[in-house]
């Protein structure tokens, strides 16, 4: 378990994409991704009682598991936090994984199921509005060209003042650009309900962003 521990908190994340999906009703991009013999070759490993195996997988998910958590929680040291604690739950219930999956919709249901009981845990006991931690540190802040821009920050803030689940819906398909398929899996939630808070969420940022939306189209 050390070796796990070690891999997980040494790994030095990316910088995290701005989001290039449009807003518009026909942005749909095809995300799914080739099956990874190396991968499985990992998980049956860890299955095996290798925990060195669980490198690769950390390494190849660590990044965008980031990314996820600090779209929920927005707060860089948190969600590295969190990403760290959703490998260490998720090596610890390799043995309940079920063979020939992608690691990746698991280990993302996970994170962001952790993020969102962040959210819910600040709001319960300390009552604090999501919107006061939008001006957390980073730590790949720096790194991120567009961030800076106009357009980025005016996006970012629209999609801050979605309710809850659009956020996060909004977020996990225009910014990290999963397909509807697989944020049903990450969020437990049916495709059909996918759809409804992408259509709500669409509308009101199509309200807030019209002249940028109007540009684009």
């Known amino acids: 378990m050390s070796a796990v521990l070690t891999a997980v908190k040494g790994l030095q994340t990316e ?11 026909d942005s749909v991009a095809n995300s799914n991704q080739a099956d ?11 299955r095996s009682g290798n925990p060195d195996a669980y490198d690769y997988l950390v390494s190849k998910y660590m990044r965008r598991a980031v990314s996820i958590a600090w779209g929920i929680v927005r707060n860089g040291h948190d969600a590295e ?3 760290q604690e959703a490998f260490v739950k998720a090596y610890e219930s390799m043995g309940r ?9 698991w280990i993302y249901r996970i994170v962001t199921n952790l993020s969102l009981d962040v959210v819910k845990h600040r709001r319960r006991v300390r009552r604090e509005p999501l919107s006061d931690t939008l001006e957390g540190p980073r730590s790949d802040r720096a790194d991120l060209r567009a961030s800076s821009s106009e357009l980025a920050l005016r996006i970012d ?30 969020t437990s939630l049916n495709e059909g309900t996918i759809r409804s808070h992408l259509s709500l969420a669409r509308r009101k940022l199509q309200d807030r962003l019209g002249d940028l939306y109007g540009a684009r189209s």
């Open 97 to 105: 994984f079920r063979t020939g999956q992608s690691f990746g919709p």
């Open 157 to 186: 803030e629209a999609i801050e003042t979605l309710p809850d689940m659009q956020r996060i819906v909004a977020r996990l398909f225009l910014v990290e650009q999963f397909s509807h398929s697989e944020i049903a899996a990450i």
């Open 81 to 83: 936090d969190l990403a």
């Open 36 to 46: 990874d013999p190396l991968e499985q070759r990992s998980i049956e490993a860890v």
């Open 15 to 25: 910088p995290l994409r701005w989001p290039i999906r449009s807003i518009g009703p």
